[in-house]
């Protein structure tokens, strides 16, 4: 082998090579951690110049030739995931990360550079779960408590579409009160604690604009507040749809908080009797007599849909669902009558009429321009009651329109959850077991015919209607290697095994699948599964026998370049690596060269020989 192929298959394992002398009939090992130690140092000498330099392109290479050298050193990795987030490259700064945990898990950084590229990727919920593993493990971390505060704030704050320019925060200064009150169309919304609410989280938060910009008040005293003539004109078909009451909230949409709203209701102006005076006196100077009967049949159904409310929590549904009726009569534009009926409904399990009313509750709301949220609030109602049904598709539906209206965490793990139910449930519906021996059959007829596409596309179908049957994935297995998808039919092989590990045949076509993928220490284990299950079962036996000849006279028939091509195919096992790291081999390797008496002695040990026998099967040691 030449100087340049020796350097080449050094970097294989742990900078170790092993080879067999064609005069002898042992091992020979030759070390060359020496020139891996000048090679990496090397490496991170360049790549220190080239971050000071703000070349990063160029430290990420020689993080690489550093990790090419020595490929257990997870800090190596780590940096490179610095180096790759810092470039702008997030995913493959999480691929890093990844392998920075997978090497060494108790490295707390390796959950900080995960965390940071979930969150460059703005996967919120993995990163916290990324950051919140590490400090399980490291609770004590800075960068950790750190980097999980940075997501959170990023993650619940509000989005950057919504973030309004500096100026209009002080649209709703101290004095935004002082001109409600000033004017006589807006001076009445002062009683109301949902509208003062509103203003007060306005105050603190102006970014909650777009969110309560569906309320027809808050358009209005924003225009009051920029200065535009027509504020406080409003037609005769808004400002009945205010009062939310509710009785059973079934949403966590974004909202004033229960102490915002306490809050509010604390503000409310104390004298009964000075609200009324107001109100009295504006309707007898602004409203003319048709305003003044709607503002009165309003202010009446309101108090009928209070009643409606005492007798809900009251168990009196019927009683309930009357004085709705009533309440609807008197003021048909406020969608909160219609939802409220539909919340008896549901509690009754009067599903059907409960999703008419919510879809009556939607187009009353829509017609008056309701709150979004309220809108919302009715569609997942209606989404709840199709659940209840057991139509999962419709409810699902509901959920998508409800998040048109207005997006809300809740619901959107609610749907994601009734997504993966109805996923199963489609799944399971799908399980039929004759007509998957149907689908088996019409699969083989094509095999025999050799229309390997064909078999392929019938097992396939077979394999959906019965997943745990362990002979149909074994003849996909088969026709997956006719068209060379050597592993799409590894996995399914895998899963066979998996669901009867008593499967003879199973372990036959392992063995052969992992010939054909030159993973001749895993044939030979695989058939000597085969062989422990059934003596004398012949397609083990051959296989085994044929493997066997491979392993020890197939060397000879090979080119240089062959012998290295099946050692990275034994190299990227994870088991010959383990075995490569295992002190214990390493010495007897040694040994083979230095001392070979104890090396035999070492042999006799089953399991020292089993795993040398792996080596040299997997062409990571080679015999003559």
Known sequence: MSNAQAEEF??????????????FTTPTFVTQSECDCVLVLSCLFCTSAALQSGKLTEAIEHYTKAINADGTNHVYYSNRSAAYLKKGDANNALEEANSTIAIDPNFAKG?????????????????????????????????????????????????????????LGNLFGDNLIQQIMLNPKTRPYLSDAEFMAKIRRLQTNPNSLTELIGDPRIMEVLGLSLGMSGAGQSTDDEGANYDDY???????AAKPTNGETHAAQKEKPAPMEEEKTEEEEEDLSELTPEERKKKQDQKEAAKVKER??????????????????????????????????????????????????CREAVEVGKANRAPFEERAKALVRCAKAYQKQGDLGKAIECCQEAQLEFYDKATERMMKNWELEKKKADAAAYLDDEKAEEAKQRGNEAFRNKEWGEAVREYEEAVKRAPNNAPIRNNLAAALCKIMDFNGAKMHIEKAVEIDPKYVKAWARKGDIEVLTKENHKAV???????????????????????????NYGNSAMTEEEKMERARHGMADPEIQAILQDPVIQQILRDFNENPQAANQAMMDPIIRGKIEKLIASGVVQTA
């Open 525 to 551: 284990e695989s058939y000597k599964r085969g062989l422990d299950i059934e003596p004398n079962n012949t397609a083990c036996k051959d296989g085994l026998r044929k493997v066997t000849s491979l392993i």
């Open 111 to 167: 959950y900080s550079r995960k965390g940071a590229a979930l969150h460059a990727l703005k996967r919120y919920n993995d990163a916290v779960t990324a950051f919140e593993e590490g400090l399980a493990k490291f609770p004590g971390d800075a960068s950790l408590k750190k980097g999980l505060d940075d997501v959170k704030r990023d993650r619940d704050g509000p989005p950057p579409s919504s973030r309004l320019p500096g100026g």
């Open 308 to 357: 409606g409310n005492e007798l809900y929590k009251n168990k009196q549904f019927d009683e309930a669902i009357s004085a709705y009726d009533e309440a609807i009569h008197l003021d048909p534009t406020n969608m909160t009558f219609h939802n409220n009926k539909a919340a008896v409904y549901f509690t009754t399990k009067q599903y059907d009429k409960c999703i008419s009313a």
């Open 10 to 23: 050094k970097a294989l394992g742990n900078g170790e090579y092993f080879n067999l002398a064609p005069s």
């Open 246 to 252: 509710d009785t059973k909230r079934e949403t966590t």
